[in-house]
């Protein structure tokens, strides 16, 4: 009779798995967006006339900056198996309450510190109905995203607040030097960072992975699954509340409709680099990957002088690949699995039927 596999040889066959699985890195999802990403590039830079110019490295990362930001706290949500469809109007209610508070002559940062903390607000509204009310964060954020976009019409209503700071709006666009990076690009690295350190080299990193296999389980090695849901959830109404933020200096202009649409550009991103849709895997690194290579598949589409209308197709087609290609995957993977358990038990039964030699 066998015995059970104790802590040690569990901790030990984990170990064997990863040492095998560590040459093989490069054939992770993540990996593969960023080669992807890389070809991409190169074929741009290569075949696309005007692509490969400061110029259009500026223009590319100013537009991908708002999705980027709001898809690191997108990342962590979506690999605990929730979602936040919410981000979008969280951005837009932002920049309306900005937009309100300078147009009545607050200061220039009081008006973004209450704008900002309005996303946090928003967020943990968020949070609250779904960690501590266990409702499903579909339904929560698809109810929230109509309300916050409501609330930003009903606080600016159909108006534009315009004429900005000069000086705020000009760092914005500025550059760093003649590499037509932006200057606001630094900080954003920063935070890319740090997003990146905290889920995959910390403990609380390491509960967020445990919840999107199993709340269960999470919660029976000591992970408080409620609070860290509220924390992530006020994490994304913050930043999205900083992109709400950086749009409206951007295009200096304050409106109820800012950045509408861009949740399902987020996701689409979000999902390509990378992570389940069904919690448990993902990485900072190939989320990063992923929105930079639709950020660059739009802005080559734009050169081309191709409409908005397959711009949205494409994004589209691209979420859907995203959640489509991942399950295709392990079901070949599983087909393959069971074809060679299949021919080994094949091969006992022949080898036991001849019998010793």
Sequence with gaps: MSSAPTTVDTTVALTDEATEAGPRWWAGRDAIMIFVLIAFLLYAALFIPRFATPVTAGFLLLDVI??????????????????????????????????????????????????????????????VLIAYLGLPSLAVTIGTLALYRGLALVVIGDNAVANFPPALTAWVSSKIGGTGIPTVMIPIVVLVVVFGLLLHK??????????????????????????????????????????????????????????????????????????????????????????????????????GRISDVV???????????????????????????????????????????EGPG
């Design 202 to 303: 910390t403990a609380f990193g390491r509960g967020i992975y445990a919840m999107g296999y199993s709340t269960d389980a999470a919660r029976f090695v000591g992970i408080n699954v409620e609070r860290t849901k509220l924390l992530l959830y006020i994490a994304s109404g913050l930043v999205s509340a900083a992109a709400g933020v950086f749009w409206t200096l951007r295009y200096t202009s304050a409106r109820s409709d800012n950045a509408s649409g861009l949740e399902l550009l987020v996701i689409a991103a979000v999902l390509l680099g990378g992570v389940s849709i069904f919690g448990g895997k993902g990485s900072i690194p190939g989320v990063v990957a992923g929105v930079l290579l639709i950020g660059s598949l739009n802005y080559a589409l734009r050169l």
């Design 66 to 127: 708002p999705t980027l930001l709001i898809a690191l706290p997108m990342t962590l949500i979506i690999v605990t198996g929730e979602i936040d469809l919410s981000v979008a109007s969280i951005a837009g209610l932002t920049s309306a309450v900005m937009g309100v508070l300078w147009a009545a002559g607050t200061g220039i940062w009081v008006a973004v510190g209450i704008a900002v903390l309005c996303g946090a607000v928003a967020g943990a509204l968020n949070g």
């Design 311 to 353: 711009l949205v197709t494409v994004t589209g087609l691209l979420l859907i690949a995203s959640v489509v290609a991942p399950s295709l995957g392990a079901g070949i993977g599983r087909m393959r699995h069971a074809r060679s358990i299949r021919t080994q038990v094949a091969g006992m039964k022949k080898e036991a039927s």
